[in-house]
């Protein structure tokens, strides 16, 4: 099955500094890529997807692809504590495939 | 609007034994998969349905089975059941299925 690897963490930052969290995938011919999130005990949600190279901004969320690296990134601006939870990377391949997740702690 | 209903919320069954679960999708979405997720292995695919047909199974056994019904509601079942299948089961609905998913709230199943 083809794989998409994320750094478990946890990755810590303070209240209104940058996170940026980064995923590989290991299937070339995924067209579809997603940040999900999910908060302890909560069922995973939808919060960014990236179907071209570049950047994708919404909010304080910037989602980044480089499919020749096979390579992506978001990057949470501004971070607050509500935004600590395990964020999940998911690559649409034949099938929607995630990664193992990392978890951010958002200190105040 | 609705979300993505699984039942039941909790089963607890015995090994060998077999369990159902089900999945109503959001009104108007064909598409429905099936994740297991485990503290160690994170989000491990199933299976994805889409207009009652199975578009894809992920590397489980043969004990683990599903289908989709003509209301796009659908079922998994795992059948002779083991310790290793104590698990949270996901179900998944979309409109197109490309992967903006809406995820139900889960089945907890433990095997004793």
């Known amino acids: 099955q083809k794989e998409v690897e994320q750094n478990s963490g946890p990755l810590s930052v303070p209240e209104g500094a940058i996170a940026s969290l980064n995923c590989t995938y290991s299937?070339?011919?995924?067209?579809?890529f997603f940040w999900y999130r999910q908060y302890s005990g909560k069922s995973p949600e939808l919060i960014m997807s990236?179907?071209?190279?570049g950047d994708k901004e919404d909010g304080r969320f910037t989602a980044q692809l480089n499919k020749a690296s096979q390579y992506v990134s978001l990057l949470i601006r501004d971070s607050q504590p509500s935004d600590s939870a395990t964020y999940l990377c998911?690559?649409?391949?034949?099938?929607?495939?995630f990664g193992k997740g990392t978890t951010l702690s958002v200190s105040s | 609007k609705a979300g993505v209903t699984q039942t039941p919320r909790y089963l607890i069954k015995t090994r060998g034994q077999q369990v159902t679960l089900s999945c109503s999708p959001i009104?108007?979405?064909?598409?429905v998969s099936w994740y297991q997720q485990t503290p160690g292995q994170g989000l491990q695919f199933l299976f994805e349905?889409?207009?009652?047909?199975?578009?894809n199974k992920g590397n489980f056994p043969g004990r683990f089975s599903g289908r989709q019904f003509s209301n796009s509601r659908s079922e998994m079942n795992v059948s002779t059941l083991e310790l290793g299948d104590s698990a949270l089961y996901l179900c998944?609905?979309?409109?197109?299925?490309?992967?903006?998913?809406?995820f139900g709230s889960g089945t907890r199943l433990t095997v004793v």
């Open positions: 998944a609905s979309s409109y197109t299925g490309t992967g903006e998913y809406t």
């Open positions: 299937d070339r011919v995924s067209q579809s």
């Open positions: 990236i179907y071209s190279n």
């Open positions: 998911a690559v649409r391949g034949t099938a929607l495939i």
């Open positions: 009104s108007g979405h064909r598409s």
């Open positions: 349905y889409f207009s009652e047909t199975q578009r």
